[in-house]
Nanobody
Framework: VQLQASGGGLVQAGDSLRLSCAAS????????MGWFRQAPGKEREFVAA????????YYADSLKGRFTISRDNTKNTMYLQMNSLKREDTALYYC????????????????????WGQGTLVTVSS
């Protein structure tokens, strides 16, 4: 399994950015795919996740309304649309894949994800 994250960059507070994660190596129809982020000096934290088959989505409570996760089955690509970016959104953003079986309560857990992309850096300046 290979996950390739892209789309990061330097933006100003209030701007929007869309991250992409291209997945390859197997069929992901039964997977949960997620976005995580890690700011300097902090632990990696859950951002959002999506069930590849149904499109059901899950979000960190603090990010609901600003971030939107989606996927394009035809391109095997997942997206993270980030709006109204804040300085505290500055982090390295990772995409990850969680094979079945799944428990909803464990979806935000980094330990559940077997495959990780290399990360893409998002820097938000004020």
């Amino acid at each position: 399994v290979q996950l390739q994250a892209s789309g990061g960059g330097l933006v100003q507070a209030g701007d929007s950015l869309r991250l992409s994660c291209a997945a390859s190596g197997r069929t992901f129809s039964m997977y949960v795919m997620g976005w995580f982020r890690q700011a300097p000096g902090k632990e990696r934290e859950f951002v959002a996740a999506i069930r590849w088959s149904s499109g059901s989505t899950y979000y960190a409570d603090s990010l609901k309304g600003r971030f939107t996760i989606s996927r394009d089955n035809t391109k095997n690509t997942m997206y993270l649309q980030m709006n109204s970016l804040k300085r505290e959104d500055t982090a390295l953003y990772y995409c990850a894949a969680d094979p079945p079986p799944h428990q909803i309560k464990l979806i935000p857990s980094t330990e559940k994800y077997d495959y990780w992309g290399q990360g893409t850096l998002v820097t938000v300046s004020s």
